[in-house]
């Protein structure tokens, strides 16, 4: 039996991107919010979920430039937990975030009613697409 690690999701950004000091290639970290409203008795909650995100090389130069809190993005990759030992503490401590092999930058076009979808993935290519249609849900 084999297994798979993938995510997608779609949401905003909690920050500005930041970038990572590395000589050998561009990291880019930033935080994505979901949100999922539900019913509890009587009245909705929303719920939000952060989600540390991370990617590299050219995908990592284009969200340093073109992305800003408050974006749109659709964010596809894998779960990547992290541990280490709290230097304070001495407690074990854990920080999940997603690797980012393709993050679509989602906006308005001025005057339309249709979406405007840019495709940046760990390939370093870049497609636009004139509708929201692709996008799997």
Known sequence: M???NRVTILGHLGRNPEQVENASMPIAKFSVATS???KVGAEWKQETEWHN??????????????LKKGSQVLVEGKLK???WDD??????RYATSIIAN???????KEGAEDGKVTHYN???TFETKDSLDDIPF
């Open 102 to 108: 393709e993050i679509k930058f989602i906006s308005k």
């Open 122 to 124: 760990q390939a370093s």
């Open 87 to 92: 230097k304070t503490t001495g407690q074990k």
């Open 2 to 4: 084999s297994s798979y």
């Open 53 to 66: 995100i991370v990617c590299f090389g050219k995908t990592a130069e284009n969200v340093i430039s073109f």
């Open 36 to 38: 999922e409203r539900r």
């Open 81 to 83: 937990t992290e541990t």
